[in-house]
């Protein structure tokens, strides 16, 4: 494993290289984000997400959201989005906002169980974005073993998964140290929350309730 800092701009070339190197070679990185850090892999390598479910202990059953470098990528990835959706990532994104939606059906790819649906996030990271420009979407987890608390830093993150992973982003202490908050909105009639993280079930609302729509938390996600 390579351990890249990331807070000097002068220094970023080589990581932001070396990361998106091993990112096309199927192999996991660190990188930090807006909330936590994240364990990433090509969205697109079944292969590799396999190794990020493995590498955290997690199954099919659980499968990781998507980050992506622009908001307008939702549009590749999902279908069905609804408006009261368009102004909560309008409002939020980049954020620590994520939301669930049914995922366009010519993807090739496997996240795992999704059944049918994607999640997906455009974190407030310089860093995290610039490696998405360079990426793509990349499929991405909390950087922590599951069950375990979520790394805020670069050295719970490779205290927990250096084993696993080939580039370490070192951006220094998380900006947050909560999850983002997950939405859904795979079903019409019952928009929800996930779970609630660094956006507050009152945020949401007050983009959501003008539109129509009144958001429910049943809190009952794991860490992301």
Do not use: C
Request: charged share 20%; glycine share 8%; net charge negative.
């Amino acid at each position: 494993m390579k351990r890249f800092p990331v807070t000097d701009p002068a220094a970023r070339e080589e990581a932001l290289e070396a990361a998106t190197l091993a990112v096309r070679r199927g192999e996991l990185v660190v990188l930090p984000t807006d909330t936590v850090y994240g364990i990433g892999a090509d969205a697109f390598d079944p292969a590799a997400v396999r190794r990020l479910l493995a590498a955290k202990g997690r199954g099919r059953e659980m499968p990781p959201p998507v980050l992506i470098g622009a908001a307008s990528t939702i549009d590749a990835l999902a279908i069905r989005i609804p408006e009261w959706v368009r102004a909560l990532t309008a409002e939020f994104w980049p954020g620590a906002l994520t939301v669930v939606l049914h995922q366009q059906q010519s993807l090739q790819w496997d996240l795992g169980d999704t059944r049918g649906t994607v999640a997906v996030r455009m974190p407030d990271d310089e860093v995290a974005l610039a490696l998405l420009e360079r990426t793509g979407p990349l499929a991405v987890s909390s950087a922590n073993l599951t069950g375990h608390p979520a790394a805020t830093d670069a050295d719970a993150a490779e205290e927990m998964l250096g084993s696993e992973i080939t580039v370490l982003l070192d951006g220094g202490p998380s900006a947050g140290s909560e999850p983002s908050t997950i939405v859904a909105a795979t079903d019409p009639d019952a928009p929800r929350v996930l779970r609630l993280g660094a956006l507050s079930l009152e945020q949401l609302n007050a983009v959501t309730v003008p539109l129509g729509v009144t958001l429910v938390a049943d809190d009952a996600g794991d860490e992301g």
